[in-house]
């Protein structure tokens, strides 16, 4: 499996193409914002009934992760669920995969503004969560050190390299996950609440076939369009 | 009731009393007042308009009518508000007691309301609006004494899913008003009975009238002392020359083919507009304040000039036009006759207009298009059935009004004449979309849209969510746009700009917009923010105007005209270039098809002289390049124009012949189509007109950048797991029919027949040379660009000089 290390508090911390990071020391895939049963949401509270087919996407998506890394725990950092009727109305068939996969393997849910309390679900559920050096919550919080959060759907492009793609943003003291669910939207990585958090020198990695690792832009500068 | 086949009294001495005497045609239109569907084809100036309201204005003179009359619907907002007043003249004059309004997306919600309450004898509107009206519970009570419907510029309303919206709504109407008469109201068109078809009730006749065409054209190409430029499309170059026709003439319109276009050539018209000549700016882009100045301007003869797009197209009465010009190739020939026809609009008197065109290769365009109008060769291509994601919003509007049944729904829908042909399947599967989703996967029982009732009616599961299909009503695919206003309270609306391109601003950049330099501030609650420090140079605001492609009728007579052995009537500038192009290459031609590669900047370039229009070109060069990536030549890129495809990549190009293999060519599509860019966007489009999709929200508007990446998520899940979908069937034949127009690949491949010229150059030649200027270049995914993404990420951490900060390693495992 294709995967970019990164050396972050003392650990080493792998992202995938995916989105995914993996954590092979604590044998851990941490994962963020699934947003499932988003469209049974949404047709419950628009009357829209987009395909209901995101469930299956990342949850397949999520067991080939499983498969390529042969993590034995998994850590989802909140949103999991696009709201917690979501969570109890997943389809049999959805419901029953997502069993299979946390079957044997230590499962940490971590709450999101989206899933605030427990669902019906096994695993344990956590408001936040630290583990060594490392300390895993939904939503970022200013000055802290060794965070990995969420929320934020960061998504970034490369000049010339066609339109943006979700990816990972790090500095030395956090790092913010893109969203991992099929149905989700994103935040350009320069926004004003992202550039916030984020300080300098920081990375972003792209997702796709191969994780791409880029400088997080420095704000402002020129906007050259470069020809390939 | 008396039904008038002669003029009452009044009318003729109104008519006497104005010393004019009436049109046969129009005295024709009186005649057949009775015909339940009747087409009048008239050239611009002809009475058109008055013709289709004669009989109704004969009806409701002795004031017995009680309510709504007649409808009339235009393409326009504009054209409504126009009528109106125009309309209201003779009306007054006369002392008719008729009441006449319209009713569009400006008119004020107070007016709105009044209207239902209490509608006028004609009222005046566009498809959206009246499809908005029969959404509505009280649409029967509404439309109960409709007699007549008169639909203007029929022609621009039935090339796409306006029109087709359109006929839907006059089905349902004429359920509530059972006799109800349509006339139909078009400039010359190529083909008469197919526009009729679509009009009249199937499988009901309609009948035609052809007013006399008048004399042909008075048209011409501008000659300039500099030559047009390379590539691009503005026509900037010639500003003083038109200028210099303005100040010769009474008044002119300068056509242009895309908003962006009008922009940037009014500013630089400013600049050069040494005598202050007054000249307005108008197009739809524009804010309706600063559009209704520009009309009421022109009306009162103060404007000499007005520069324009489409926009201007159809029937606004300017008056004294007695200039076109149109800048760009026309690349229609029927549209190009059309626009002239907005040239002096007095009947039997020629219209004048001056062809510009905008780059080299346009000049022998616009000659070709000049031969076209003198032969009276009208280009049109036959139009496909009536699409089914207008048949899905239609079935949500009428969900909307209350119950109804299927069966009658279905009858209805069959009388109109683009969808005769649907099968009961057909609509049971947009049915079953609009009730359920449609998905294999049966999900949502709980959250249908609609229910079926007991006694066998349909109706919406949430009564709330009229609301929300209503504010989505509509088939115009607009790009998302945010409107543009001057800073501070009560800032001025100036228009309106791509979100794209509000993107891609920061503070302190400049841009054009209705003429003016602005400077970007903010943007706040979707809303661009500008001030008039305009310091810097302006950038251009981008405004994806559909472009349409050269007619194929149009393409064959540019490829004879090429094959000629001189070229007199073009200028020295044109004629040396072709005279180059046959020197050092070869002449392109409608048998073979040319090849030119050469090398150019480090790339292998690549050219296809297909002429096949831009968005089969463009398609043309997504399987050249997907065929060129399997054999190993790593394409980066490349560029459509309506005449070429030119191809950049790693690795030259030796052998094109295999790559026209027809089979392998539509095998090829196949597959393609599903991963591609074009059927991304036809997707997008089709989803929101089937209401899978909602633009608009109630009071959060989704920003478009969203939209768009959930659509193409939306298209990638269910290509995936659902291929079948009613969504993505209509998808592709829309694509294939429109934006991939495999059609004229079909025809190109027809008449070349697998005979390939390659011509290798040591540089570009001079027809290649042109593209490599052209913009809207498309990047090609692939193991190439993969490996520059790369490269670029290496480049960007050495730049930058973090490598250095105990770099994050890649491992390959």
Redesign the interface.
Known sequence: ???????FRGETL?ALGSGALHWAARDLLIVSDLHLGK??RT??R?????????T??TLERLAADLDASGAGAVLCLGDSFDDLDAARGL?GQDRDHLLSLIEGRGWHWVEGNHDPGPADLPGEHHAELTLGPLTFRHIAEQGAVGELSGHYHPKLG?????GTRPCLLFDTDRMILPAYG??T??MPATAPELRALIGQ?A?AVLTG??P????YP?R?AG?GR??? | MLRMTALPPQFEDWFARRGWSIHPHQREMLARADAPSLMLIAPTGGGKTLAGFLPTLAELADGAHKGLHTLYVSPLKALATDIRRNLTIPVEEMGLPVRIEDRTGDTKQTAKKRQRADPPHILLTTPESLALMVSYEDAPRIFAGLKRVVVDEIHALAEGKRGDQLMLTLGRLETLAPGLRRVGLSATVDDPEALAAQLARAPKPCEIIEADPGPDPDISMLHTEAPPPWAGAGGGYAVREVLEQVRKHKTTLIFHNTRAQAEIFFHKLWLANEDDLPIGIHHGSLSRQVRENVEAAMVAGELRAIVCTGSLDLGIDWGDVDLVIQIGAPKNVKRLVQRIGRANHRYNAPSKAILVPANRFEVVECMAALEAVKAHELDGAPKGPGPLDVLCQHIMITACAGPFDEDVLFAEVKGVGAYAGLSRAQFDDCLDFVATGGYALRAYDKWKRLLRRPDGLWQLRDPRAALRIRMNIGTIQDADLLKVRMRGAGGRPLGEVEEGFAATLTKGDTFLIGGQVVRYESLREMTVEVSRRADREPRIATYAGAKMPTSAQLAHRILDDLQRDDWPELPRHTRDWLHLQRRVSKMPERGRILVETFPHEGRHHACFHTFAGRNAQQTLGLLLTRRMETLGLHPLGFVATDYATLVWGLDELTDPEPLFAARELREGLETWLTGNAVMKRTFRGVATIAGLIEKNLPQIRKTGRQATFSSDILYDTLTKYDPEHLILRVTREQAMRGLVDFARVEEMLERTRGRVDLVRADRPTPLAAAMLLERDRVPVAGAGRERLAEEEAARLLKESGLAQFGAPTVAGV
């Open positions: 499996m294709t995967g970019l290390e990164i050396p792998r469209s049974e047709a419950r628009r009357g829209t009934m987009l395909p209901p087919y995101e299956r996407a389809d490369l000049p010339g390299c066609g099929a149905y939207g994103g020198p990375f076939t191969k791409l690792l880029v400088p420095a402002a906007r470069r020809r390939f």
